[in-house]
């Protein structure tokens, strides 16, 4: 298999991935709290914009996906993307905890930013080709 394709696949993936779990919390965000037994913030606001953004990055990665090296220059915003929430996720449950709910998403996280930056470091122009 083509290393063009598997990075297809990787951001494929994570357009479908990201772009679930953005509208399951973005338009089902109190059932699932209430689900996974966590209590909820005061406004669901404070879900829904995130949730967004996860939308939003699904559309990027779905970009990356069709042409990854013409998209190659979006692949830093999605290890960094993958790199804020399970950094996070990792530094809470460590010191202080975190509900359950989010620690595979964690996990997920971190394979997707190893992934990602695997492929950017596999995407590459060398001698005026691309090189994928």
Not at 21 to 28: K, R, T, V
Not at 77 to 82: A, M, P, Q, T, V
Not at 88 to 111: E, H, N, R, S
Request: one cysteine or more; proline letters at 7%.
């Amino acid at each position: 298999m083509k290393t063009r394709t598997v990075i297809s696949a990787v951001f494929g993936a994570s357009t479908i991935y990201d772009g679930v779990l953005g509208l399951a919390f973005l338009f089902a965000a109190p059932p699932l709290f209430e689900w996974c037994g966590v209590t909820p913030p005061n406004h669901f606001g404070y879900v829904q914009f995130p949730s967004a953004l996860l939308v939003i990055f699904a559309l990027m990665f779905a970009a990356i996906a069709r042409d990854p090296m013409a998209n190659r220059n979006l692949m830093p915003y999605g290890i960094l993307l993958k790199l804020a929430y399970s950094g996070i996720v990792f530094y809470y449950w460590f010191t202080i905890g975190i509900p359950t709910m989010w620690k595979p998403f964690a996990f997920c996280d971190l394979v997707f930013m190893a992934l990602f930056a695997w492929a950017y470091v596999s995407t590459t122009v060398k001698d005026g080709k691309d090189v994928a």
